[in-house]
Each structure stands twice: as structure tokens, then as C-alpha cells.
């Protein structure tokens, strides 16, 4: 009995019939003449020529390898041919920070902002951790006992103005502390004319000369000019006198081991530049000087002091309305420093060619080398670029101050102010600056020397309730210190996170509420940060307590040591 065949069969074949010829059933052996395989004739041109090139493929089946190409350029036919009214465009947004959008945030927020009146008396009401009376004192003592006799004569040479001599590179102060080190007289220092301060100010311009003399006699001997029989052996000049480029942040045994054995064998030395040539990290005896110098024995000529002790008045009448307490924002928007942060803004074409024209003029060559590569973008997400008049006001009003706070503006002269300088007028129109507290008659004497009117500037901020720092730097790092000194401890200085800002700015679509949370919590951060101390490679010029200062209920006597 034959197995059930679960195959189809057909005609006459039967379960065991062998299997057809594999060549009966190959195309190329079909019958030829039978109709029923030939497909229906194409009746239509275009079936015609579908059907001639689909005859050709299959006789020429190595076409296909072509395909893909064939595919493609049909694609871009049809493309090229139909319009693309009907084809959605995608439009990618810019890179993060690669376009100034505060403008756009401040016209979306306006109204709301203008209508909170929830944060009225912030001036008063600003630091949760308020300085106590006496919580840090000034302890700085002074040396009662004479001086030994002098191992020789210290000549520092600085750059720069107001910033650099008294600021970062801490020029003076840390010429006091080395020749204190050292035993040697220090000459007052010498200021180089700078091309781009372009100021030639003297000591005795800029600081009361006698003053500092007088504080420091018992603590480190300083004289005017040098004695003449030993400028004789340099032919009255300065520059055959033995001169030590000295590494910065150079520790004090280098001083005592290096400097001091040329100073007891030629009895007179130049250190230029002296810019940043101490370590921050020094013995007690030598931050003692330091905090001398700087907090005691330095305050600026009487002509600087009387007028800037009446432009402070003059705010304080401004800011009856708040109990005479007054906010100073130091600002730095001018031409020179828009121009070397390499950031843009929205001038368009005419700031383009302001910007290059003030980088060649001040630093010709160094922003076009070849390979150089500027990303405005990445600059303003890292926070390098300087705040705009604009984005200050969006940050203050962020954090409680409203338009009856009154603020004192501390700048050169603002880039195009007229445009830059309009919304922060809106938002604050009893601000004032130098210029419009003072008359030009008694600003005249000042006008044209850069670290006068600077020093003017730092004291106004130095005695405002609230200091706010844009952009670093020296001169806000040093009131940061000098206020720390004043008030207790406390610097009651904002220094707002400008990688934080930058973000927030770059989101015109973000809500006035939502805005001003992230700008209370940016105040509070700088609040708990006042009261900072100093750490080991910390500047005393930014963080007086310890070294500078005690708790109230304790004495520190610290007593001065010198090389002999």
C-alpha cells in the first residue's frame, strides 16, 4: 500500500511517477507559442515604454547595481521639480549664547515686573545674615620698638593704574611686606605711564604720601628717593642698578634666600615688574605688614578724599527715601573691555567695526594671528562676557530692588551709552554717577587721569550699602575686602553667577516669576558667601579675617619678625 502523497498531483501522474525534468520547468525551455503564457500587449504609450525598459532590466539583470544611483537621481528630479511652498522647512535654533536675546527677555517681562510689588523695601531687608557689632573687629598692631639697622635699599617699578597698583598685583602693599621681610628701606614705588590707562599720576597724587609714611616709621622704613652718594656708583641711573626678574607668587624664603645675599653685597636692588611677586601664603609677620599697608596705612590724597566724601553725602541726600542707603554697581561696558572679551551684542555691523578697530588700536595683532578661533558663544556660556547695562537692571530688579532704589554707577565711559544706557534708566531713574553728583568744576581736576577718578569711584562703593561686581576683577576684589574690613566681617557684596545669568538670558521665553526665583536665590548664595575667611592661597586684599582682623571677645598680638 502506497504512503498518502500529501503533494498536489496533476493530470496523470501518479503517487510514484518520478519528478519532472528540472529543464521542463526552466523558462528558457516553456513553449514558446502558447498565448495563455505571453501577458496582454501594453495598449498606452506610457505602459509601452514602462514595458520596453522593464525588458530591458530583466535581459540586462547587471543593471540593478545601478539602482540605488538610478533611485537618487530620480529623487533629486522630483525634488528640483516640485515646489517647496508645501515642504515643511525645520528651522534649527542657534547655539546657546551665540546671540544677545536679553533685549527679548526684558520686552516679554516688562509688564509683569513693573506690576510686582512684592519685594518693596529691599534695600532694607537684603542680608539674612546681617554682620553683628563686634562679631570681627580690626586688630592690626603696631610696632612700639626701634628699627635695626638697614641691609640695604628695595626700588619696585609698577604698571598700570589705580587696579594694579593697589589691587591684583597688590604692588604696594606687598613692597612693604617684602622690604619689612628683609629689613631694607622700600623707595616709594615708581608708576610707569601705561598706554592704555594712559595716566602718569604719581604716589603722591593718587595717595596721601606723608600719611602712609607717618603710619608705617616704626614697622618698615620707607624714604622718597634714594640717597645720592649711592646713586653714584650707577652714574645717577637707575637702570645699571642690579635688577631681579623674580617668578610670580614667589614664596618669602625665595626673598631670603635669593634676593637678600645681592642686597647686603650691592646694598641697592630693582625688582621690575613687582606685579604679582608674592605668594599669597605667607608668615604671619608678613601678612601683619601686609594688612598694615593696606588697610591702615593707604587712604588717598586729601583732594580725592574731600571730594569723594561729598559725592558720598550726596547719595546718601539722593536716598532719603531708604534711610540714605544706596546700592553701587561697578560696571564695566566700556569700548576697550567689550572689545578684548571678543563677545557680541546686537550693534550689528557698526559694532563690528567699533570692536575691531579698538582691538587693533589696543592690542594690535593679538585677536587676528592665524589659527586664532573666537567663539563669542562659548564665551558668553562661560561667563566671560561683560553684563550690559540691561542685563544688571533685569538682575537687580530679579532681586527685590525696584525703581525708588537708588543706585550709584561706577564706569569709564559706557559704549555707546545712549543705546546701552536707556532700559537701565527705565528701570532705575534715580541712578547717578560721578558726573551727575558732581559739577564739571569739580570734576576738572580729575578729568583726564584715569586712577583718580577711579579712586573716586571706590570710595562712593566703598560706603553703599550693597556693592554688586559685574565682571571681576581688581578693583571690585579689593573693595570685597576693604567692605569686609569695614562692616564686621560682612562683605554685603552680590556677585551675581554670570554662567547661571547667561543661561537665563538666552530663554526669552522664560516668566517673570520664574526669573525672579533664580535671582533671589543668586542674592542669597552671595549673602552666605560675605562672611567667608580666608583660606591658604586666598588674597588678604579680598579676605581680611583672620589675618587682618579678630572676634571681638579675643586678642591676637602679632608680633613682627625680620631678617637681620
Same mark, same amino acid.
Given at each position: 500500500m502506497h504512503a498518502y502523497n500529501r503533494l498536489p498531483s496533476s493530470g496523470n501522474n501518479s503517487p510514484t511517477s518520478p519528478p519532472a525534468s528540472p529543464l521542463s520547468r526552466s523558462p528558457r525551455y516553456r513553449h514558446r507559442g502558447s498565448k495563455s503564457a505571453r501577458p496582454p500587449p501594453p495598449k498606452t504609450l506610457a505602459q509601452r515604454l514602462a514595458w520596453i525598459v522593464l525588458s530591458v532590466l530583466l535581459k540586462r539583470q547587471g543593471i540593478f547595481l545601478f539602482a540605488p544611483l538610478?533611485?537618487?537621481?530620480?529623487?533629486?528630479?522630483?525634488?528640483?521639480?516640485?515646489s517647496f511652498d508645501v515642504v515643511p522647512v525645520i528651522k534649527h535654533r542657534p547655539t546657546p549664547g551665540s546671540v544677545y536675546r536679553s533685549p527679548q527677555l526684558y520686552a516679554k517681562v516688562r509688564p509683569e515686573m513693573d506690576s510686582d510689588n512684592s519685594s518693596a523695601d529691599a534695600i532694607s531687608t537684603i542680608w539674612k545674615h546681617s554682620y553683628k557689632s563686634g562679631q570681627w573687629k580690626p586688630c592690626?598692631?603696631?610696632?612700639?620698638?626701634?628699627?635695626?639697622?638697614?641691609?640695604?635699599?628695595?626700588?619696585?617699578?609698577?604698571?598700570?593704574?589705580?587696579?594694579?597698583? *593697589?589691587?591684583?598685583a597688590s604692588l604696594i602693599c606687598n613692597a612693604v611686606a617684602v622690604a619689612g621681610y628683609l629689613n631694607a628701606t622700600l623707595v616709594i614705588p615708581?608708576?610707569?605711564?601705561?598706554?592704555?590707562?594712559?595716566?602718569?599720576?604719581?604716589?603722591?597724587?593718587?595717595? $596721601?604720601?606723608?600719611?602712609?609714611?607717618?603710619?608705617?616709621?616704626?614697622?618698615?622704613?620707607?624714604?622718597?628717593?634714594?640717597?645720592?652718594?649711592?646713586?653714584? *656708583?650707577?652714574d645717577h641711573n637707575m637702570s645699571n642698578v642690579h635688577n631681579f626678574r623674580i617668578k610670580?607668587?614667589?614664596?618669602?624664603?625665595?626673598?631670603?634666600?635669593?634676593?637678600?645675599?645681592?642686597?647686603?653685597?650691592?646694598?641697592?636692588?630693582?625688582?621690575?615688574?613687582?606685579?604679582?611677586r608674592l605668594s599669597f601664603d605667607a608668615p604671619p609677620a608678613v601678612q601683619r605688614l601686609r594688612c598694615l599697608a593696606n588697610y591702615q596705612a593707604l587712604r588717598f590724597s586729601n583732594p580725592i578724599l574731600t571730594l569723594s566724601e561729598t559725592l558720598v553725602a550726596r547719595m546718601k541726600e539722593h536716598s532719603a527715601n531708604n534711610s540714605g542707603k544706596y546700592i553701587?554697581?561697578?560696571? *564695566?561696558?566700556?569700548?576697550?573691555?567689550?572689545?578684548?572679551?571678543?563677545?557680541?551684542?546686537?550693534?550689528?555691523?557698526?559694532e563690528k567695526l567699533d570692536m575691531d578697530a579698538a582691538r587693533e588700536r589696543g592690542w594690535k595683532g593679538k585677536f587676528t594671528k592665524p589659527g586664532r578661533v573666537i567663539r563669542p558663544g562659548a564665551i558668553r556660556l562661560n561667563g566671560k562676557c561683560p553684563l550690559t547695562p540691561l542685563e544688571v537692571g533685569l538682575m537687580l530688579r530679579g532681586m527685590g530692588f525696584d525703581r525708588s532704589t537708588s543706585i550709584y554707577l561706577a564706569s569709564g565711559r559706557i559704549y555707546d551709552s545712549e543705546r546701552y544706557m536707556a532700559p537701565l534708566l527705565e528701570m532705575f531713574p534715580l541712578?547717578?554717577?560721578?558726573?551727575?553728583?558732581?559739577?564739571?568744576?569739580?570734576?576738572?581736576?580729575?578729568?583726564?587721569?584715569?586712577?583718580?577718578?577711579?579712586?573716586? $569711584?571706590?570710595?562712593?562703593?566703598?560706603?553703599?550699602?550693597?556693592?554688586?561686581?559685574?565682571?571681576?576683577?581688581?578693583?571690585?576684589?579689593?573693595?570685597?575686602?576693604?567692605? *569686609?574690613?569695614?562692616?564686621?566681617?560682612?562683605?554685603?557684596?552680590?556677585?551675581?553667577?554670570?554662567?547661571?545669568?547667561?543661561i537665563l538670558f538666552d530663554n526669552p521665553n522664560i516668566g517673570w516669576k520664574s526669573f525672579k526665583r533664580q535671582m533671589l536665590s543668586m542674592r542669597a548664595h552671595s549673602d552666605s558667601k560675605g562672611i567667608a575667611l580666608k583660606r591658604p592661597n586666598d588674597s588678604i586684599y579680598s579676605f581680611p579675617c583672620p589675618d587682618c582682623m579678630c572676634k571681638a571677645n579675643k586678642t591676637e598680638d602679632s608680633r613682627s619678625t625680620s631678617v637681620t
Open positions: 538610478l533611485y537618487i537621481a530620480g529623487m533629486l528630479f522630483y525634488m528640483g521639480t516640485v592690626i598692631n603696631k610696632s612700639s620698638e626701634g628699627l635695626p639697622e638697614s641691609n640695604g635699599y628695595i626700588f619696585v617699578e609698577a604698571n598700570g593704574g589705580l587696579n594694579q597698583q *593697589r589691587t591684583s615708581n608708576f610707569h605711564f601705561h598706554s592704555i590707562w594712559r595716566d602718569p599720576s604719581k604716589f603722591g597724587d593718587i595717595y $596721601d604720601e606723608e600719611f602712609f609714611l607717618k603710619t608705617l616709621e616704626n614697622d618698615v622704613r620707607i624714604v622718597k628717593t634714594v640717597p645720592g652718594y649711592l646713586m653714584e *656708583r650707577f610670580a607668587w614667589s614664596s618669602v624664603l625665595y626673598y631670603r634666600d635669593t634676593v637678600l645675599p645681592k642686597l647686603l653685597e650691592e646694598k641697592i636692588i630693582r625688582i621690575s615688574p613687582f606685579a604679582n553701587s554697581v561697578h560696571l *564695566r561696558f566700556e569700548e576697550d573691555m567689550v572689545a578684548f572679551s571678543c563677545c557680541v551684542y546686537d550693534g550689528g555691523e557698526q541712578l547717578q554717577t560721578k558726573e551727575t553728583l558732581a559739577s564739571a568744576e569739580e570734576l576738572a581736576p580729575y578729568q583726564n587721569y584715569s586712577s583718580r577718578m577711579a579712586a573716586i $569711584d571706590y570710595t562712593v562703593c566703598l560706603h553703599s550699602e550693597v556693592f554688586v561686581t559685574t565682571q571681576g576683577g581688581n578693583f571690585p576684589h579689593f573693595l570685597l575686602g576693604h567692605r *569686609r574690613y569695614l562692616y564686621g566681617g560682612h562683605s554685603r557684596t552680590i556677585r551675581p553667577d554670570k554662567r547661571k545669568l547667561a
